[in-house]
Nanobody, 125 residues
Framework: QVQLVESGGGLVQAGGSLRLSCTAS????????MGWFRQAPGKEREFVAAITTWDLGNTRYADSVKGRFTISRDNAKKMVYLRMNSLKPEDTAVYYC????WGPGTDRESEYDYWGQGTQVTVSS
């Protein structure tokens, strides 16, 4: 049974930092591109960042987080991380990690095969 479990969310002031973690189990982690998505209240879920596995970890970011967020992965630990710096109130959302079998690190939600339950990030102004 595949499980993705996010952690590291919380309440932070604007300008602060958080690091989200996602622990995978029940899958051969190195075969999966990993992505982070988020959903703010009243809005649709949107792409944040993705990292591949087959091309030395190529990364992709939403324009809204470029230069502030960094995605990384540790295949040995079966974990993917999202380092978030210079947080803004508009970053407030539930953050989800997702896995895409041999994926290209796409920003398309429909391409991902497995999803976590999410972790809440709240940025106060």
């Amino acid at each position: 049974q595949v499980q993705l479990v996010e952690s590291g969310g919380g309440l932070v002031q604007a300008g602060g930092s958080l690091r989200l973690s996602c622990t995978a189990s029940g899958l051969t982690f190195s075969r999966y591109a990993m992505g982070w998505f988020r959903q703010a209240p009243g809005k649709e879920r949107e792409f944040v960042a993705a990292i591949t596995t087959w091309d030395l970890g190529n990364t992709r970011y939403a324009d809204s987080v470029k230069g502030r967020f960094t995605i990384s992965r540790d295949n040995a630990k079966k974990m993917v991380y999202l380092r978030m710096n210079s947080l803004k109130p508009e970053d407030t959302a539930v953050y989800y990690c997702a896995a895409d079998t041999w994926g290209p690190g796409t920003d398309r939600e429909s391409e991902y095969d497995y999803w976590g339950q999410g972790t809440q990030v709240t940025v106060s102004s």
